[in-house]
C-alpha cells in the first residue's frame, strides 16, 4: 500500500525566501507525482505534474523534482510571496490513482 | 465555467437520511473519483470510474455508493448519512492516457447531524 508523507507539516517564511517543500513516497512504482496547492476551504488546483520518466518540472517560480529511487520528490518555491500562502499537496500516482500526503501548510508573511 | 463542477456545494443533513452528490464535467475526460478530505487524514480515495460501465472501489468505498450516469456526470450517493461522513468531497477527473493528471472540483462540504 503506497504511503505518502510531507514535510514540514508547516512552514512560516518571509516574504522573499526560496523555500523547499518535501514529499516521500514507500512505493516507488508510480506511474507520476502531482502536486497541488489548496486555499482554505476551496478546491485543488494543480501545480505540476512529473511523469516517472521525468527528473523535474518547472512552472514560473515553482520547480519540482522527482527521484523515485529514493522515493522523494520536492517542490522548490523561488521568491516567495505573501500570495503563495496556502497549503500544498504531494500525490503520488498509481494505476489511475492518486494517494495524497497530509500537506504543508505554508504562510508567506510580508 | 469551470470544468469540473459538484453540486450541491455546501448541504446539511440528518443522520439516516439519503444523500446524493453530483459531478459534472467538459474536459472530456474518460476517468472520474470521488474523494473525501478529513482534517488529519487528508484526501483518501472512496471511488473512481474508468469509463461508464467500469467501476471500481477505493480506500474507503464502504457506506457509499456511486452511478456514472453518462461519460461527463459520476454521482456519489450516502443511502444512509451518519456523523463521520462530515467531510469534504471532492470530484476530479483525467484522461485515460498520458499524461494522467487529475483536475480537482470546487468541492462539496457535508455535514451530518
New interface residues.
Partial sequence: KQEVTQIPAALSVPEGENLVLNCSFTDSAI??L?W?RQDP??????LL?I?SSQREQTSGRLNASLDKSSGRSTLYIAASQPGDSATY?C?A?GY????????TILTVHP | DADVTQTPRNRITKTGKRIMLECSQTKGHDRMYWYRQDPGLGLRLIYYSFDVKDINKGEISDGYSVSRQAQAKFSLSLESAIPNQTALYFCATSVGRFPNEQFFGPGTRLTVL
Fill in positions: 506511474y507520476n502531482q497541488f476551504g476551496k478546491g485543488l488546483t494543480s505534474l511523469q499537496l500525490a500516482g489511475g490513482k492518486l494517494t495524497f500526503g497530509q500537506g
